[in-house]
């Protein structure tokens, strides 16, 4: 279609033709958009063919005596801080920091958790410190069992603040 | 070849492929290297230097979290001009993310996104979007140190768009971490799915490049004559594309693309940055909430830059850089102002105690954000207005006042993320990096 045609054509037959002419640049962008979404969709992770098993995601950390009350050990196979506190409770943080994802680490002179990427620094209980961040580490919930400190990693809960529900007594 | 070949006219297959990208006739003022400083013919000649060499890297590249590392090792390592055409590869893509910057600065300065060139300059944004999202997808691949948390900070910007923003992050990863099915998705974006987008897009860039009736021209200029593509153009062309080749190789000899240790999901580096071109929008995340650097900034800048040229002008200055006298006069000042006013908001923002600690009872989105955002916007008026009555701008010198702050800002902000942020992202010289 040469733009000199349709602009004449478009002139004198001014209804169906006008409708027509200004629907191809709508129709153009639908298909575009379809084919966004479509290409987005591809990218996702698809439906997990098997839930995954509650056995194998909940790790065995160590023995209760293993951790000396007010002690931080750091697991960075499972990406997180078993931190035991002043009452003997149990806290399980996660390694990630809370601003964009940075793993941070414990600084022991300091008593903080320190991000190296923006300087975030969080306290023993995963409260905020030092901004940039803006809400605590995240936790995993603790069980103990028989003597034995268990985590299950596949449950991160995000949280404003430190609570003292987070944590777990051995009995 | 005949022996009678005319030597002022190329051969019959060479010209129907210039003659497919250029018009036969010119006019004589655009052939000044100092319209158009050659930008858009490099970033296209680019373009297709990334798509030969990354042709070449996939013949050893392989996108596994397992493999990734050990395949580019074994490509510098065991390879004749493996690491050469690593190099390239690296070298080339940071030349395009220059020369597509400072083409789009060439394209603002002169005025050349005004109507008829409208189109070009919105498929310009997107073009531009396509360059940074392929060195960005590149820069996972060689699976490092660098670019496994250069790329876990950028994707976790994402989670601070409220509603959508972390949706648009598993689908960009595939997953909820950078894993095995981010690194597929990356590698596919990147060869595929945006080489074949720009080109398309590029193809229609050229097009409509010679339907606004070839590149911009000052008023004063428009009864030039006009003067044949070849050779006087092509010609020219050639001689940039091989200037820039040189320098390509050069650089690629010479110097090596980083690689560090193995990505270790485990333990971040300390300091971790993003890559070098989001390193301003890092620096300004220490000074910011996340919801303004990542959310408010960006989408203001995309709306005014769609809404650029339907913004209703009194002047018909363009072809000309800085469009008159006048705008080079406030240029220099607005220059000057942006300058200064971000260096001292860096350094006041450092001195400062932190807003959060020091008034835990507001909501950090006032304290690190509205705050800071109406101080450095008021600054920012304020002193457009100034220059407003100094010079009694109109309405596109003014536009490119606060375009040529903006500009300075982030490139003062870039500066000081690569160069003067050391462990711990606290500020100091560079030597003591
Ligand atoms: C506009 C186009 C492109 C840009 C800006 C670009 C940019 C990049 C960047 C920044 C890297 C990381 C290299 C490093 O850190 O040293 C990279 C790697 C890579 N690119 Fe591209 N690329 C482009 C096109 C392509 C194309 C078309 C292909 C293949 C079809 C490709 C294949 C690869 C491969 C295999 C790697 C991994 C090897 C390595 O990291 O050295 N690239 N690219
Ligand atoms: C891969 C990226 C790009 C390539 C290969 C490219 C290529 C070109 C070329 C070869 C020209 C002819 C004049 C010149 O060299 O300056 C041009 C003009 C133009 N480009 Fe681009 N460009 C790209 C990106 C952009 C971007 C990011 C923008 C703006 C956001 C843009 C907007 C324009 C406009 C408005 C013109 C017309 C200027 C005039 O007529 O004076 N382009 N482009
Ligand atoms: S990622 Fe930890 S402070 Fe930014």
Redesign the interface.
């Known amino acids: 279609m040469t733009p000199a045609l349709s602009d004449k054509k478009a002139k004198d037959t001014s209804g169906r033709r006008d409708f027509l002419r200004k629907a191809w640049p709508v129709v153009g962008l639908v298909a575009a958009a379809e084919f966004l979404l479509f290409?987005?969709?591809m990218?996702?992770?698809g439906k997990e063919l098997s839930k995954s098993n509650p056995i194998s995601t909940l790790k065995i950390i160590g023995n209760v005596e293993d951790f000396q009350v007010n002690s931080v050990t750091t697991d960075?196979?499972n990406?997180l801080f078993l931190v035991r506190q002043q009452d003997g409770g149990f806290l399980a943080l996660s390694?990630i920091c809370s601003?964009?994802?940075?793993?941070v680490?414990w600084d022991e002179p300091n008593t903080r958790f320190?991000?190296?990427?923006?300087?975030s620094a969080f306290d023993k209980f995963g409260n905020?410190?030092?901004?940039?961040a803006?809400r605590a580490l995240d936790y995993f919930p603790v069980t103990i069992e028989a003597g034995k400190v268990k985590v299950d990693i596949s449950r991160k809960m995000k949280r404003k603040k430190f609570d003292k529900s987070q944590v777990t007594y051995a009995l | 070849m005949t022996s009678n070949a005319d030597t002022t006219k190329p051969s019959v297959n060479l010209n129907n492929l210039i003659l497919h990208l250029h018009p036969r006739r010119i006019k004589a003022p655009t052939l000044r290297f100092t319209v158009t400083f050659g930008l858009g013919g490099m970033a296209a000649l680019l373009v297709v230097i990334q798509v030969f060499t990354g042709l070449l890297l996939k013949f050893h590249y392989e996108p596994s979290p397992d493999n990734a590392y050990n395949s580019i090792l074994n490509l510098q390592q065991g390879l004749l001009f493996g690491q050469l055409a690593r190099n390239l590869h690296h070298w080339s893509a940071v030349l395009l993310l220059w020369t597509t910057f400072l083409h789009m600065l060439r394209v603002l300065f002169t005025g050349a996104y005004r109507k008829p060139r409208h189109m070009n300059w919105f498929f310009g944004i997107v073009l531009l979007m396509l360059v940074i999202l392929s060195n960005f997808t590149g820069y996972l691949l060689p699976w490092d140190q660098l670019s496994y948390?250069a790329v876990?900070?950028s994707?976790?910007?994402l989670d601070y768009i409220p509603f959508i923003g972390s949706s648009i992050r598993?689908?960009?990863l595939?997953?909820k971490e950078v894993d095995a099915?981010s690194l597929t998705?990356f590698f596919n974006?990147h060869t595929g799915?945006i080489p074949v987008l720009m080109v398309v897009l590029m193809g229609y860039h050229f097009w409509r490049i010679r339907k606004a009736g070839g590149v911009i021209v000052a008023d004063k200029d428009k009864d030039e004559p006009m003067i044949d593509t070849y050779p006087h153009l092509v010609a020219r062309e050639l001689v940039v594309a091989l200037v820039l080749i040189a320098i390509l190789f050069l650089l690629g000899s010479l110097f090596d693309a980083p690689l560090r240790e193995r990505a270790n999901?485990?333990?971040?580096?300390?300091?971790?940055k993003a890559p070098w071109y989001f390193m301003g929008l890092?620096e300004l995340?220490?000074h910011f909430?996340?919801f303004f650097a990542v959310v408010i900034f960006p989408v203001i800048l995309l709306l005014a830059g769609f809404w650029l040229p339907y913004i209703k002008l009194t002047d018909n200055n363009q072809g000309i850089w800085f469009l008159s006298e006048n705008g080079k006069r406030a240029g220099i000042y607005a220059f000057l102002a942006g300058l200064v006013m971000t260096i001292l908001f860096i350094l006041v923002s450092d001195v400062l105690p932190?807003?959060?600690?020091l008034l835990p009872f507001i909501p950090?989105l006032i304290t690190?954000g509205f705050i800071p955002f109406l101080v450095a916007a008021g600054g920012i008026f304020l002193f457009l207005k100034y220059l407003h009555g100094k010079f009694s701008l109109n309405r596109s010198e003014y536009i490119q006042c606060v375009i040529i702050i903006l500009v300075v800002s982030y490139t003062v902000l870039s500066f000081t993320g690569i160069l003067f942020r050391g462990?711990?992202?606290?500020l100091m010289w560079p030597w003591q990096l």
Do not use: F
């Open positions: 290409t987005i969709n990218l996702r992770p960075r196979v990406k390694l601003h964009l994802g940075c793993s680490a320190i991000c190296p990427c923006h300087s905020v410190v030092n901004s940039p803006a | 948390w876990t900070i994707t976790s910007l598993e689908s960009l595939g997953g099915a998705n974006l799915v999901p485990a333990i971040s580096p300390n300091p971790a890092q995340l220490i909430h996340p932190d807003p959060e600690m950090s690190t462990e711990g992202m606290k």
